[in-house]
């Protein structure tokens, strides 16, 4: 069974940082791409980054040069780097782990349990 653990999700005011980590466990073969989603009340799920297993990274406009995501290989973890928090960023935010497994050439899509990042004054 795998399991994503997140942590590092608060309560911050507006320029504030946050750094949130995700951690996947299992019998896993390797990780394809990990990403960030989030979800505010009233919206649509949306893709907040993404990077590769080699390295690249994709953000969405609105948190460029304000989010920053990594892995460690190595520890099958992915972060998020939450520098110069609004408002808008305020949501529940999960992580997300393309899961590949021994003999099985497709990889699999897990889900985080989500964690709540709140920023206010």
């Known amino acids: 069974q795998v399991q994503l653990v997140e942590s590092g999700g608060g309560l911050v005011q507006p320029g504030g940082s946050l750094r949130l980590s995700c951690a996947a466990s299992?019998?896993?073969?390797?990780?394809?791409?990990m990403g960030w989603y989030r979800q505010a009340p009233g919206k649509e799920r949306e893709l907040v980054a993404r990077?590769?297993?080699?390295?690249?990274?994709t953000y969405t406009d609105s948190v460029k040069g304000r989010f920053t995501i990594s892995r460690e290989n190595a520890k099958n973890t992915v972060y998020l780097q939450m520098n110069s928090l609004k408002p808008e960023d305020t949501a529940v935010y999960y992580c997300?782990?393309?899961?590949?497994?021994?003999?099985?050439?497709?990889?699999?899509?897990?889900w985080g349990q989500g964690t709540q990042v709140t920023v206010t004054s």
């Open positions: 997300n782990a393309i899961v590949v497994f021994r003999n099985t050439p497709a990889g699999t899509p897990y």
């Open positions: 299992g019998s896993i073969f390797s990780i394809n791409d």
């Open positions: 990077i590769t297993s080699g390295g690249s990274t």
